[in-house]
């Protein structure tokens, strides 16, 4: 069952702050991607907004998304910004939680990726659309991103790719309730195999689904993991991974909303999991969202939580 997302986790800006951070961003001049995976110039760039804005109009906007990101339901939806046409300003905004890294070691990467359903990941034999189901991003990074920062320039208009959450708390409370001591101990403590893009060297990696303060969670790095090394689980690592599954898809308490274009979403990726409901046409549907990915955070996730 679904609720709409917390008034708590919204940030709404202030006109003429919109306006200042517009004004600020225009100044600067345009910058090659490739140029921008140097966190020093991604540093300089924020600098130049966050000074030329009055007063401390950019420090107080971050400071209103980084206290949602660590209070349930960890995230933050940030309506009422304009934004420049490169996208600095979304760009800055995420690299003010750490340094900017969508597939580092990926030479065709773009630090800000364009999200279409057209182009969405699908894989065969019953696993569908990845996007559509709830999970964390970069399970196939050796250390998943922090933090994922959307920017919605178009729903799509069926009203379909509505975004979802279901938070930390609100998970290990259904886990809880639906599966048994010996379940729960298994996803905290026993190591499962997750497939490691090549980027980072490929091979696997070797961790619980739960940590003391993250989940990790797409089932299908999992089993392509298995696949590759020709392995397979013990029968009750097996079942307590199909007993989360079965917990995700009748879960209460997923949040279920549409985003608006010009909004931001920031999402704190160890201590959530997210989806987008299902477009009727991806072929045709125009739902853009922008995605960059952040890493080595500090300060708003890694003390907060249990
Ligand atoms: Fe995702």
Redesign the pocket.
């Known amino acids: 069952m679904e609720i709409p997302l917390p008034e708590s986790a919204r940030v709404v800006v202030p006109s003429k702050l919109a306006t200042d951070l517009l004004t600020a961003v225009k100044k600067l001049p345009l910058y090659d991607d490739k140029a921008l995976y140097d966190v020093k110039l991604q540093a300089a760039v924020r600098e130049e907004i966050r000074t030329s804005t009055p007063g401390d109009g950019f420090d107080w906007l971050v400071e209103e998304i980084r206290k949602r990101l660590i209070r349930k339901p960890y995230c933050a939806y940030v309506s009422g910004l304009q934004f420049d046409d490169p996208n600095l300003l979304f760009f800055s905004l995420a690299g003010a939680f750490g340094d900017i890294v969508d597939d580092p070691y990926n030479p065709s990467s773009r630090l800000v990726r364009d999200l279409q359903p057209s182009t969405d990941r699908v894989i065969p034999d019953g696993w569908g659309v990845?996007?559509e189901q709830l999970?964390?991003?970069s399970t196939d990074w050796p250390q998943p991103n922090a933090l994922?920062c959307l920017h919605c320039i178009r729903p799509d208009d069926d009203g379909g790719g509505r975004s979802r959450l279901l938070d930390i708390d609100t998970l290990l409370a259904e886990l809880d309730k639906r599966l048994g001591q010996e379940m729960l101990r298994i996803l905290h403590t026993e190591a499962v195999p997750w497939w490691i893009a090549d980027e980072f060297g490929g091979g696997v990696l070797r961790t619980p689904v739960l940590t003391a303060n993250s989940v990790r969670w797409l089932p299908y790095t999992i089993k392509f993991a298995l696949e590759e090394n020709q392995e397979s689980l013990p029968e009750a690592i097996s079942a307590s991974l199909g007993a989360m599954e079965n917990v995700l898809k009748e879960a209460t308490g997923i949040i279920d909303f549409a985003m608006a274009p010009g909004s931001l979403w920031f999402?704190n990726n160890k201590l959530s999991l997210?989806?987008r409901t299902p477009v009727k046409n991806p072929q045709a549907s125009k739902r853009l969202v922008l995605?960059t990915k952040i890493q080595n955070s500090s300060g708003f996730y890694a003390n907060t939580h249990h």
Do not use: G, M, P, Q
């Open positions: 990845l996007n999970h964390t991003d994922t999402i997210h989806s995605r």
